[in-house]
């Protein structure tokens, strides 16, 4: 992956991820993760957004890794 790319990690702010990842907004909202609100990003990190929706840290891990998952697939 291009360094130019941020890491997904929980500490990415959800703009920085969306932007850089554009298939995470149908990706989170599968997972009841909602970060588009009024056509606008949500606020803070995807962690923070996890925290609000009761999503463990080890539920949180799993998404992580699955939304590396699919970023490797995506041809750059």
Not at 7 to 27: G, H, K, M, N
Not at 41 to 52: F, S
Request: hydrophobic share 40%; glycine share 6%; aromatic share 6%.
């Amino acid at each position: 992956m291009s360094s130019t790319f941020p890491e997904i990690s929980a500490q990415i702010p959800v703009a920085d991820l969306i932007v850089a990842y554009p298939f995470s907004i149908s990706f989170l909202a599968s997972r009841n993760l909602h970060c588009i609100i009024c056509g606008e990003p949500v606020w803070g990190t995807l962690e923070e957004l996890a925290r609000d929706k009761h999503i463990t840290g080890e539920q949180l891990a799993e998404i992580i890794e699955d939304l590396k998952t699919e970023a490797g697939k995506i041809s750059r």
